[in-house]
């Protein structure tokens, strides 16, 4: 099911770099969404995990999906700019 696969039917316990490795990409339009997309996901998320994996450069907020705002791993969103 979409929702599950998506985590928005129960908070998993996932850390919030696997979270955002499972999801393949959160929105990020505005700073504060991939926190309270996180937050609302997992059971035991603190902001610092996601500011830390930012800070280390493992997770970036750039453009890609339909050219919008996405917060990806860093692997994912150098393989997906690498190709166009």
């Known amino acids: ?9 129960d908070r998993s316990g996932m850390t919030a770099g696997e ?16 926190y309270v997309g996180l937050w609302s996901r997992l059971r035991d998320f603190d902001p610092d995990d996601l500011a ?9 907020r750039g453009t890609s999906l339909r050219k919008t705002l996405h917060l990806h791993t860093a692997a994912d969103y ?7």
């Not at 490795?21 to 991939?34: F, I, K, R, Y």
């Open 1 to 9: 099911m979409l929702l599950d696969r998506q985590l928005l039917l």
């Open 19 to 34: 979270a955002i490795v499972h999801l393949v990409g959160m929105q990020a339009q505005s700073p504060l969404a991939p």
């Open 52 to 60: 830390s994996l930012i800070m280390q450069r493992k997770a970036v």
């Open 78 to 84: 150098l393989a997906t700019t690498n190709r166009c």
